[in-house]
């Protein structure tokens, strides 16, 4: 299984490397596309397009496109589809299951198709995209505090990106009540965020824990909305940590 615990982080998580990728297999399809849609224009606001796959593996991702309002200024872009297929749980393991990603981003985020030529522009997508179909390629799952670099060894998502890894959140950003949207008895679908990070703060994640990184964030006034060139809440006057 490509989820196992390889080793642990001196913080003391386990490490999942994710090698053994799946097949091509024809998508799953979009059982809850409709819930989906509406639960976002529900707590934030109308959608003004989707980004629709051609090809789909696994799972069909399309990203949804909420814009900026005087309420919400922020760009949200949201997934729907990750959640058509049970995330694999480790055994005594209790997270959800079903999950939708989401991606905040400053309101006047180059976001037509002509912009997507310059991969500076395209990076949040791609990563939606990737991270929402990695559970179900590799046998594994995302829940709160995972992160997951860049490649390996770990790359930035752009040129000119200082970022090369994101961390899975809940949104500190979006309505209460958007983090949780319930099909029917047996599925209930929890919305999360990605916040993109520096390599110094992965490396501090992993030495000493989500709970580190995330106080950083708080005392550095870091949310969860992108900010290309924003503080690197790991870095210090005199080093790191």
Same mark, same amino acid.
């Given at each position: ?6 080793? $642990?982080?001196? %913080?003391? +998580? ?6 053994? &990728?799946?097949?091509?297999? !024809?998508? =799953?399809? /979009? ?46 872009? $949201?997934?729907? %589809?990750? +959640? ?6 480790? &055994?005594?393991?209790?997270? !959800?299951? =079903?999950? /939708? ?46 992160? $997951?670099?860049? %490649? ?68 550095? %006034? ?20």
């Amino acid at each position: 299984m490509s989820n196992e615990h390889d080793d $642990v982080s001196p %913080g003391g +998580s386990p490490i999942l490397l994710h090698t053994q &990728e799946k097949d091509f297999e !024809p998508a =799953h399809g /979009e059982e809850s596309i409709e819930q989906i849609s509406a639960h976002i224009e529900h707590y934030l606001g109308p959608i003004s397009g989707v980004f629709h796959e051609i090809v789909s593996d696994a799972v069909h991702i399309d990203v949804h496109v909420v814009p900026a309002t005087e309420d919400m200024p922020y760009l949200r872009l $949201v997934t729907s %589809g990750m +959640s058509d297929l049970p995330m694999p749980l480790p &055994e005594g393991v209790e997270a !959800p299951q =079903h999950m /939708e990603l989401m991606l905040t981003l400053p309101a006047d985020w180059p976001i037509q198709h002509g912009d997507f030529d310059n991969e500076a522009h395209y990076w949040p997508i791609r990563l939606l995209k990737s991270l929402a179909r990695l559970p179900h390629k590799y046998d594994t799952w995302l829940g709160f505090g995972h992160t $997951v670099p860049n %490649g390996d060894p770990a790359e930035p998502y752009a040129p000119g990106v200082g970022f090369d890894g994101a961390i899975v959140l809940p949104s500190v950003s979006a309505p209460e009540g958007f983090s949780h949207l319930m099909i029917d008895d047996a599925k209930t679908i929890v919305f999360m965020t990605l916040v993109p990070l520096y390599p110094e703060e992965m490396a501090l994640k992993l030495k000493k824990g989500s709970d580190a990184l995330l106080d950083r964030f708080d005392a550095k %006034g870091v949310k969860d909305i992108i900010e290309p060139g924003r503080v690197n809440v790991a870095r210090k006057r005199f080093g790191l940590f």
